[in-house]
């Protein structure tokens, strides 16, 4: 159970945009399907935190080394 949970977090903290905008158009639909909308507000704020926020730079070797290379040719 704990490896699921650090994979979960390990995951959530990467991804963290993606699961914002999940999260926040999950909100917003049954905000929507309901007839009081308390979902709704909610959703809609996480969705604009989602989408206003700028990303940060990618955690990834891969990706910094690439950019740390220079064309000498």
């Given at each position: ?9 390990r ?26 909308g ?9 969705l604009?935190?989602a989408?206003?926020?700028?990303t940060?730079?990618?955690d990834?070797?891969a ?11």
């Amino acid at each position: 159970m704990s490896i699921l949970l650090s994979r979960l977090a390990r995951a959530a903290r990467t991804r963290w945009r993606t699961i914002f905008l999940l999260t926040g158009g999950l909100l917003t639909v049954i905000g929507i399907a309901l007839p009081t909308g308390a979902a709704l507000v909610p959703g809609i704020l996480i969705l604009l935190v989602a989408l206003l926020t700028e990303t940060e730079a990618v955690d990834c070797r891969a990706a910094t080394q690439l950019t740390a290379w220079h064309w000498s040719g």
